[in-house]
């Protein structure tokens, strides 16, 4: 993961700093438009430790829908993922099954950046819950 954020490409994020974190941002909607790439949000933010889904950030997407208009917003359910990281780096945990559900993508025609969000929100919690 941190050779292809490094060389792919990707927005190498610190949720600590917002003004950094929506310039890179910024930089990945720019290639994005330029390649016809596709990109992966995590807008949860930072990982929840107890396998309840926090609320989804706004941000990131609202920054990218800006740069890329006609994106494809497709939602993705990963269930068991927490369990993983529950204690921080270490210990890690072990011998888990995850499960990635891709579900329909969501029509973002006439929607502002917060209600595709509460959409995408709103199906991977029913996935998850």
Do not use: C, H
């Not at 600590?16 to 941002?25: G, L, M, R, V």
């Not at 438009?33 to 949000?41: E, L, M, Q, R």
């Not at 993705?76 to 891709?102: C, D, H, M, Q, Y």
């Amino acid at each position: 993961i941190s050779f292809n954020l490094k060389y792919g490409g990707g927005a190498n994020i610190d949720r600590k700093d917002s003004k950094q974190a929506i310039s890179e941002i910024i930089k990945l909607g720019r290639k994005m438009k330029d390649s016809n790439w596709g990109a992966v949000i995590f807008a949860e933010g930072t990982r929840a430790r107890d396998g309840q889904l926090k609320p989804f950030q706004v941000g990131g997407i609202a920054t990218l829908l800006k740069l890329v208009p006609n994106a494809l917003v497709v939602p993705v359910a990963i269930e068991n993922s927490w369990k993983i990281v529950r204690f921080g780096a270490f210990p890690l945990g072990t011998f888990l099954s995850l499960r990635w559900t891709v579900l329909e993508p969501i029509d973002i025609t006439g929607k502002n950046a917060e209600e595709i969000t509460l959409k995408a929100e709103d199906a991977i919690r029913a996935v998850l819950n």
